[in-house]
């Protein structure tokens, strides 16, 4: 089981964004998370799931309901598993996985395109 890190109570003030900063957007990386198989199951036919939750770590910021993050901060996960995501608490969710989502969009952002690459990152991280 993943451990807890300790956050300061003020981690994000210095962040310069707020709701008018304008989201970055991605279609192709989007439509290439879609080709992927799940981070959870492996199956395919996937949707380009966003992480909303924030982590200093990987300085992403929170997110809410009325707020969508980068496209960046997206996985591949099936339609019922993507739903399981927001019902909830999304943290508690991947942390019942195993996963650290985070770290997985961020290493798949990195590699867009090219699907040999992808398949080794979501392999990795469903063998941990």
């Not at 997985?104 to 392999?123: F, K, P, Q, S, W």
């Amino acid at each position: 089981m993943p451990f807890a890190i300790r956050r300061h109570p003020e981690a994000f003030t210095l962040d310069p964004s707020s709701k008018q900063t304008k989201r970055i957007t991605d279609d192709k990386h989007l439509a290439f998370i879609r080709t992927l198989p799940s981070v959870i199951s492996g199956a395919y036919g996937c949707d380009a799931c966003h992480i909303r939750y924030g982590d200093p770590v990987y300085r992403k910021k929170h997110t809410g309901g009325q707020q969508k993050p980068d496209d960046a901060w997206t996985v591949p996960m099936t339609r019922d598993e993507h739903r399981e995501q927001h019902d909830g608490d999304e943290r508690a969710f991947w942390q019942r996985q195993g996963i650290d989502p985070l770290r997985v969009a961020r290493d798949l952002y990195a590699v867009t395109g090219d699907t040999e690459a992808a398949l080794t990152i979501i392999l990795s991280a469903r063998t941990k």
